[in-house]
Antibody, heavy 117, light 110 residues
């Protein structure tokens, strides 16, 4: 059974860049699927950030105005997210997930990222 | 496009509820709809995928459907239990694999 685990800093300063990694176990990401990042500000709903296909093709949510970059590393069976120019509005629980457009989606447990000086 | 859900719904234990998810543009039947349950403090879990498929372990009290006439999807939960309380989100995508979530519906089982 596939498992996803987010990792990265829990606290970042305004204007800095957030880097998160999603480690995948129980499934080889090179086999297929879109792999995505989703965030949820405290008390609010889910927001899709972007996705990456096993080939490296990406799709991003225009609402982040090109601040988000997603990449995939099939050799390490993981994919990553970078968000630049952070503000307090980027404070959220960040989730990684597999297969939001086909198959039975699987989600990581999520990690809280706080943007504060 | 957007997916619009009711903000909240409440019902008594043992009853049946239906949560709607209306797509603003494009054909609801063109791209699969997923439904997620999220309890407070926990990650979302899938209760319906590909419009009407239940993951293993999800009880058959949960069912999903789509209605092209209203361009909407629906999640129906029968024989409501208190453990069904939480937020429910619908999700779909467009032809270019841009993902969209509905705003979420809070279910209260009184």
């Amino acid at each position: 059974q596939v498992q996803l685990q987010e990792s990265g800093p829990g606290l970042v300063k305004p204007s800095e860049t957030l880097s998160l990694t999603c480690a995948v176990s129980g499934f080889s990401i090179s086999r297929g699927y879109w792999w995505g990042w989703i965030r949820q500000p405290p008390g609010k709903g889910l927001e899709w950030i972007g996705s990456v296909y096993h080939s490296g093709t990406t799709r991003n949510n225009p609402s982040l105005k090109s601040r988000a970059t997603i990449s995939i590393d099939t050799s390490r069976n993981q994919f990553s997210l970078k968000v630049t120019s952070l503000t307090a509005a980027d404070t959220a629980v960040y989730y990684c997930a597999r297969g939001l457009s086909a198959g039975d989606p699987s989600w990581g447990r999520g990690m809280l990222v706080t943007v504060s000086s | 496009f957007m997916l619009t859900q009711p903000h909240s719904v409440s019902e008594s234990p043992g009853k049946t509820i239906t949560i709607s998810c209306t797509r603003s543009s494009g054909n609801i039947a063109s791209n699969y709809v997923q439904w997620y349950q999220q309890r407070p403090g926990s990650a979302p879990t899938t209760v319906i995928f590909e419009d009407n498929q239940r993951p293993s372990g999800v009880p058959d009290r949960f069912s999903g459907s789509i209605d092209s006439s209203s361009n909407s999807a629906s999640l129906t939960i029968s024989v409501l239990m208190t453990e069904d309380e939480g937020a429910y989100y619908c999700q779909s995508y467009d032809s270019d694999n841009h993902v969209v979530f509905g705003g979420g519906t809070t279910l209260t089982v009184l």
